[in-house]
């Protein structure tokens, strides 16, 4: 009797296991399924829009420092189309529009009449405003939009990021330089948006 019940005990057993084993595997999928979408909707697409604006700001930062604390070797005009595509749409529709037009009359007018009380450093940030207002559609709505401007920010940061290198003498020494890790951090910045898009867009 005895055996006979410890059987039927490690026969219920399995049962039981396989049971509860099958409805933690279904609810697994649906979490799976749940935060897959989740991340879709939401979470990938606003840490995509987050490294667009951290980018975008690293760009005016690297800008700023090059011309009033650590002027560099570097092209960093560069950075004038890599803020075109990475631009956060709020702001990209603010300045191409009425805003823009009127910085950028401003800019032109001082600039033509008034050569020598324009200053020097104004020169990237009003060519940057131009190309916002007169950049044509196909730039400025269906590349910013798709896997070229993305590319084309790559190909920028990546270039930044060697010439900087090679001005600090290797890349510890950007890291251990006096105002060099500052600019090797700005321009690891611009290398972090276009990589997770195009991670997001080819995934």
Same mark, same amino acid.
């Given at each position: ?32 399924? !749940? ?8 979470? !990938? ?17 690297? !800008?700023?420092?090059?011309?009033? #604390? ?12 890599? +803020? ?61 939009? #798709? ?8 190909? +920028? ?30 321009? !690891? ?15």
């Amino acid at each position: 009797m005895g055996r006979s019940m410890q059987y039927l005990a490690l026969k219920t057993v399995p049962e039981t296991v396989s049971f509860t084993d099958s409805h933690i595997n279904e609810l697994k999928l649906v979490a799976e399924k !749940l935060f897959h979408d989740a991340n879709k909707l939401g979470g !990938l697409g606003f840490g995509t829009s987050s490294f667009k604006c951290v980018a975008s700001f690293a760009a005016i930062y690297l !800008l700023i420092l090059d011309r009033t #604390n650590w002027r560099t070797n570097m092209l960093t005009s560069l950075l004038v189309p890599y +803020i075109f595509f990475s631009f956060p749409g709020f702001l990209f529709r603010c300045f191409r529009g009425e805003i823009g037009k009127w910085i950028a009359s401003v800019a032109v007018v001082l600039r033509l009449f008034f050569p020598r009380h324009f200053p020097h450093w104004l020169e990237i940030p009003g060519s940057m405003i131009l190309l916002l207002v007169v950049a044509p559609n196909l730039f400025a709505y269906k590349w910013r939009k #798709n896997a070229i401007g993305i590319v084309i920010d790559l190909l +920028i940061g990546c270039y930044l990021l060697q010439e900087h290198i090679r001005a600090s003498g290797g890349f510890r020494n950007s890291f251990t330089q006096k105002h060099g890790i500052s600019n090797t951090i700005g321009i !690891l910045f611009l290398l972090a948006y276009p990589v997770w898009a195009l991670v997001l867009h080819f995934a």
